[in-house]
């Protein structure tokens, strides 16, 4: 069964940091693109960040530099390492499968998502 699970959310302060995960299941990490996006209150979803099948990592303009994305195929697992935490940064991350090996930041080319895991960024 095709199944992605984020984890890795919670309360953090102002320039913390955070490390998400996505556990995915029922196809390998070579084989299809995953995403991160976010979702904040009253807005639409937007990418943060992709990996590739062979490696290759995009990140969405503004989100250059405090978000690192990674991956442990030997786990199936995506990782999305988020430092210097701002408020603005509060959402609900989700991971995505790409369509295909290769993905970039536009959510329609994703097929499958995870539930979510929610960041709140407050003092």
């Known amino acids: 069964q095709l199944q992605l699970v984020e984890s890795g959310g919670g309360l953090v302060q102002p320039g913390g940091s955070l490390r998400l995960s996505c556990v995915v299941s029922?196809?390998?990490?070579?084989?299809?693109?995953i995403g991160w996006f976010r979702q904040a209150p009253g807005k639409e979803r937007e990418g943060v960040s992709c990996i590739s099948w062979d490696g290759t990592k995009h990140y969405a303009d503004s989100m250059r530099g405090r978000f690192t994305i990674s991956r442990d195929s030997a786990k199936n697992t995506v990782y999305l390492q988020i430092n210097a935490l701002k408020p603005e940064d509060t959402a609900v991350y989700y991971c995505a499968k790409g369509q295909r090996k290769t993905v970039g930041l536009n959510p329609r080319y994703y097929t499958h998502w995870g539930q979510g895991t929610r960041v709140t960024v407050s003092s």
């Open positions: 029922g196809f390998t990490l070579d084989s299809y693109g």
